[in-house]
């Protein structure tokens, strides 16, 4: 069973950028599709990225396509989102978890595990 723990969250304006992390221990890393989802006050948690074990396959939900940017270093059990142009609606817990089997397009939260704590994500001027 893999561990996942997020980092990287913080404040920023309207328009910055933050790089989430997302580390793994445990289990086999190498071969987890791991997804991005956040939870926004009062929302349910949502899609946002995710991306396969062998990097050929990477979803992004509408919001995030062409501002975030997934990926992912087997070597160092990592994933990383970066995510630029952030709006004020970016702002939530962003949590990465293992997907069950290979990466699709719009999966539903149901589909992932071993959720890691979040990081808090906020955005306002």
């Known amino acids: 069973q893999v561990q996942l723990v997020e980092s990287g969250g913080g404040w920023v304006q309207p328009g910055g950028s933050l790089k989430l992390t997302c580390a793994a221990s445990?289990?086999?890393?190498?071969?987890?599709?791991i997804g991005w989802f956040r939870q926004g006050p009062g929302k349910e948690r949502e899609f946002v990225a995710t991306i396969d074990w062998q990097d050929r396959t990477i979803f992004y939900s509408d919001a995030a396509k062409g501002r975030f940017f997934i990926s992912r270093d087997n070597g160092k059990k990592m994933v990383y989102l970066q995510m630029n142009s952030l709006k004020n609606n970016d702002t939530g817990v962003y949590y990465c978890g293992e997907g069950s089997g290979m990466a699709i397009r719009n999966p539903p939260p149901g589909r992932y595990r071993d959720w890691g704590q979040g990081t808090q994500v906020s955005v306002s001027s």
């Open positions: 445990g289990g086999t890393f190498s071969t987890l599709t």
